[in-house]
């Protein structure tokens, strides 16, 4: 069973000229932290990163694996420099299935509509949150 989570992110006028998001489009990723700007969470590490993972289409398509639920849904990037810029996640669409206590799945489904930027440094990819609300980093993952 599929439900529907609604994961809009609002970046004025994202037209998908050429070169916007090229970087991110065909990539593959794996989640391995999550850095919040509170002191008192500090970061989250990742036990198994390949439990989370995240794959940027060149159609525009985005797949996700969370724990135990996969997902997808639209995706558009504005680059600002060859390795930043806004990002915006469509409807995504995800199964319902229940994962085991501790999983970072209902975290990772509450932040996805909050991420708006990326940046790639040193092989790694970074999508922050609004207002400081914290920092996914993501390593390359095969595809």
Same mark, same amino acid.
């Given at each position: 069973m599929l439900r529907?989570?609604?994961v809009v992110l609002f970046l004025?006028?994202?037209a998908s000229l050429p070169g916007q998001g090229e970087t991110l489009a065909n990539s593959?990723?794996?989640l391995l932290s999550i850095q919040s700007m509170d002191d008192a969470q500090g970061t989250t590490r990742v036990p198994d990163p390949a439990?989370? $993972?995240l794959s940027f289409g060149k159609d525009g398509r985005a797949s996700l694996r969370l724990d135990c639920n996969r997902g997808s849904g639209s995706w558009q990037a504005e680059?600002? $420099?060859p390795t930043s810029g806004r990002l915006s996640f469509g409807m995504l669409a995800t199964t319902r299935a229940m994962c085991m206590p501790g999983s970072l799945e209902?975290?990772?489904?509450?932040d996805l509509p909050h991420v708006r930027g990326y940046?790639?440094?040193d092989g790694k990819l970074y999508l922050t949150l609004q207002a400081d /609300? /914290?920092?996914y980093e993501w390593a390359p993952a095969a595809p």
């Open positions: 529907l989570t609604p004025g006028a994202c593959h990723w794996q439990r989370y $993972t680059a600002a $420099t209902p975290r990772l489904a509450r940046l790639q440094k /609300g /914290g920092i």
